[in-house]
């Protein structure tokens, strides 16, 4: 429960809200404007938000214990 979970906690939490950000505007484009490519990257990013949504479940947990 050192220095470098927090800083762990804290990089991930920055890559989620990166990876949201790429994701919320490809969805934004495919619902508005019919983008198929921004589908298949809005699918992409999602994909890697539940990737990162595991990964800080498990550190979050890890650092309660």
Do not use: C, H, P, W
């Not at 990964?55 to 890890?62: A, L, T």
Request: aromatic share 6%.
């Amino acid at each position: 429960r050192g220095l470098g979970d927090v800083y762990k906690r804290q990089e991930l939490v920055e890559k989620i809200n990166a990876e949201f950000e790429v994701f919320a505007a490809n969805a934004a484009a495919q619902v508005e404007k019919n983008n198929k490519a921004a589908g298949t990257r809005a699918r992409k990013s999602a994909l890697e938000i539940s990737k990162l949504m595991k990964e800080f479940r498990k550190v979050s947990v890890e650092a309660a214990k």
